[in-house]
């Protein structure tokens, strides 16, 4: 079992940025690959950004690329997303989540772990 916990969601300006983090503890978190996804209200989940278990390998969203940085520490069990230039429409519930399969890859269905979400919202 895999418990994930957010944090470092709040309220900025468009703009601004932010630094989330999640702390995970359980199955070996080094060999899971990590994602980000949000829920913003009325919406489906979607994925954000997604980085495998050895930390070369990353990929997002094109919605926010260039503004995005994802990013890990195995010996902190930490996954970081660093959001830079954010948009209002960036207004959402994060959540990250544990992918058995290492990748890190853009499909829900590889996750089978999941925080509880932190909210940012994006005041234009």
């Known amino acids: 079992q895999v418990q994930l916990v957010e944090s470092g969601g709040g309220s900025v300006q468009a703009g601004g940025s932010l630094r989330l983090s999640c702390a995970g503890s359980?199955?070996?978190?080094?060999?899971?690959?990590m994602g980000w996804f949000r829920q913003a209200p009325g919406k489906e989940r979607e994925f954000v950004a997604g980085i495998s278990w050895i930390g070369g390998n990353t990929n997002y969203a094109d919605s926010v690329k260039g503004r995005f940085t994802i990013s890990r520490d195995n010996a902190k069990n930490t996954v970081y997303l660093q959001m830079n230039s954010l948009k209002a429409e960036d207004t959402a519930v994060y959540y990250c989540?544990?992918?058995?399969?290492?990748?890190?890859?853009?499909?829900?269905?590889?996750?089978?772990?999941w925080g509880q979400g932190t909210q940012v919202t994006v005041s234009s």
């Open positions: 359980g199955r070996t978190f080094s060999t899971s690959g």
């Open positions: 989540a544990a992918d058995p399969y290492g990748l890190g890859a853009e499909y829900q269905t590889n996750y089978d772990y």
